[in-house]
């Protein structure tokens, strides 16, 4: 579509005429200041659309660390498994931070202390459940952790 960009002389916002409107009355769009549209102004086409913005590039340390941190909240029952995906989540997670993806590498890292402190909790359990196993069978009560005094 062809026309002619006409500046207003109040605010300069140029408006877009048609060949038609030559003598007519025009109405700026931006302060609403009436003026005659010239005669002969050169024609120009219009501008197309520019194109969208393409979206940052999301940082692979950023999205492993979120990876990494979900699995080590998933797995802190295989307590070897959480310990070694939370800490490279960690770790990842702090390449992470320097990138455009930062909310996702900060979460990761985030995820990543949880299934740390969950990952290690269940490494205590099992460590207590072991030294309480009787594996003779012989029926001997371990001492409570604090005795009744007599």
Same mark, same amino acid.
Request: aromatic share 8%; proline share 12%; with cysteine.
């Given at each position: 579509?062809?026309?002619?960009?006409?500046? *207003? &002389?109040? *605010?300069?916002?140029?408006?877009?005429?048609? &060949?038609?409107?030559?003598?007519?009355?025009?109405? *700026?769009?931006?302060?609403?200041?009436? %003026?005659?549209?010239?005669?002969?102004?050169?024609?120009?086409?219009?501008?197309?659309? +520019?194109?969208?913005?393409? &979206?940052?590039? $999301?940082?692979?340390?950023?999205?492993?660390?979120?990876?990494? /941190?979900?699995?080590? *909240?998933?797995?802190?029952?295989?307590?070897?498994?959480?310990?070694?995906?939370?800490?490279?989540?960690? $770790?990842? /997670?702090?390449?992470?931070? @320097?990138?455009?993806?930062? @909310?996702?590498? $900060?979460?990761?890292?985030?995820?990543?202390? $949880?299934?740390?402190?969950?990952?290690? /909790?269940?490494?205590?359990?099992?460590?207590?459940?072991?030294?309480?196993?009787?594996?003779?069978?012989? /029926? @001997?009560? &371990?001492?409570? %952790?604090?005795?009744? +005094?007599?």
């Amino acid at each position: 579509m062809t026309g002619r960009l006409v500046p *207003c &002389p109040r *605010c300069g916002a140029e408006q877009l005429t048609e &060949p038609a409107d030559a003598g007519r009355t025009i109405i *700026c769009w931006a302060c609403g200041e009436r %003026f005659p549209a010239p005669g002969r102004v050169p024609t120009v086409r219009r501008r197309r659309p +520019t194109r969208r913005p393409r &979206p940052a590039p $999301v940082s692979a340390a950023a999205v492993l660390s979120f990876v990494l /941190g979900v699995l080590s *909240c998933v797995l802190f029952c295989v307590w070897p498994v959480s310990l070694a995906t939370s800490v490279a989540g960690l $770790v990842t /997670g702090a390449f992470g931070r @320097k990138t455009p993806a930062r @909310k996702l590498a $900060v979460s990761g890292m985030v995820l990543s202390a $949880v299934g740390l402190i969950f990952g290690v /909790g269940f490494l205590v359990l099992t460590i207590a459940g072991i030294s309480l196993f009787d594996p003779k069978g012989t /029926g @001997k009560v &371990p001492p409570p %952790f604090f005795p009744a +005094t007599p």
